[in-house]
């Protein structure tokens, strides 16, 4: 059931359907999603935020971008070019994915973005994909493998907590790093 979806994935899903037939009514939509229409008229109201869409009389049309949302295939850093291989950081919003090479560029790069359904990071240590927002991050230790100052993830403080006390940095939550990085 399209119903039970979390919003941002109908929300998701909602774009991809108008990317594709560029304009629709909002009983259209409350139809092929299965849900009511005032449920389409929410959804449509956060996604005319994003500029991906605009409302017109009755329904909706897809604005094509000025510049297209590609998804960053190429696998390089969004921020410096870098490639993103060793711990990516990926930012999923409403209309864009983009990857950044470590936490320090992804940190960085959430400045300003709105609609942000998901961040993930990489663990330093075990390389595993985990949320960006209950990570731990070390800020400034003297391991250095990508962009300055480091900005090393960890799944829980206490391995972030671990590795400061060989490497040195400071160990920060979500907010702190990002407070740092965006306002440095
Ligand atoms: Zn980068
Ligand atoms: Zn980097």
Known sequence: ???????????????????????ATIDDLAAQFGVSGMTIHRDLAELVKTGAVQKVHGGVVWVEQATPPAPSTDGRCEMCGVAAVR???????????????C???????LHGL???ASLLTT??????????KSA??????????????S??????????????HGFGGTVMDY???LDTLQHH
């Open 1 to 23: 059931m399209t119903d039970t979806l979390f919003p941002n994935a109908r929300r998701d899903n909602l774009l991809e359907w108008l990317r594709q037939y560029k304009r």
């Open 87 to 101: 711990m990516p950081f990926t930012i999923r919003a409403s209309q864009q994915v983009l990857t950044a090479c």
């Open 103 to 109: 936490a320090h560029c992804g940190l960085m790069m």
């Open 114 to 116: 709105e609609d942000v």
């Open 123 to 132: 663990d330093f240590l075990y390389n595993r994909t985990v949320s960006a």
């Open 136 to 149: 731990a991050y070390v800020v400034g230790s003297s391991v250095q493998i990508c962009c300055a100052p």
């Open 151 to 164: 900005v090393l993830s960890f799944t829980c403080r206490e391995d972030a907590e671990r590795f400061s």
């Open 175 to 177: 907010e702190q790093a």
